[in-house]
């Protein structure tokens, strides 16, 4: 699949998908969680200073899991020509591919808020949707590597969830 997405794909596509990656990397959903929490703190509103506690929580689970199974696995980037696509504990960048840290990171941060407010956030997991498919138009990750950092991310912000009990005021009853 990720040699058809490279031979397949426009120029300008990339170049909007390389904007897409950079703004989906996680210093980004870092800085709007952090502006969320101070939003959600000027106004007095617990709930939604948890909210995105939860987000940043999660995304920050998401990112370490994702960085030390990287490190450990050592898999070849879709554009590193190797014979051996897994090639045991790297450090460089270009044996990352495994899993996609993008995806995770945006995954955890807008699965944790669907989980608390699912009519603002379904929504907006097109967001982890549309950077998983960046990351793949541009040669960075395989298809595997996005959907395993999207089942890292859905566990981290479940996990995160459970853990400061946030859930949905529309749900049916609950603790």
Partial sequence: MAHWINATSWVELKRVMRMVSRVGD???HMIAGTIGIAIAFAV????????FLAMLLALAIAGITTRAIKIATGRARPSVKTE????GPQL???YHAFPSGHTASSTAFFVALFLARKKIGGPLLSIPILIAASRMILGAHYLSDVTFAAIIGVMSALLVAHWLA???PESATGN
Avoid: D, E, V
């Fill in 92 to 94: 460089s960048s270009r």
């Fill in 44 to 51: 007095g509103s617990k709930a939604w200073m948890k909210i």
């Fill in 84 to 87: 051996a696509r897994w090639n």
């Fill in 166 to 168: 946030i859930r949905n």
């Fill in 26 to 28: 996680w210093p980004a």
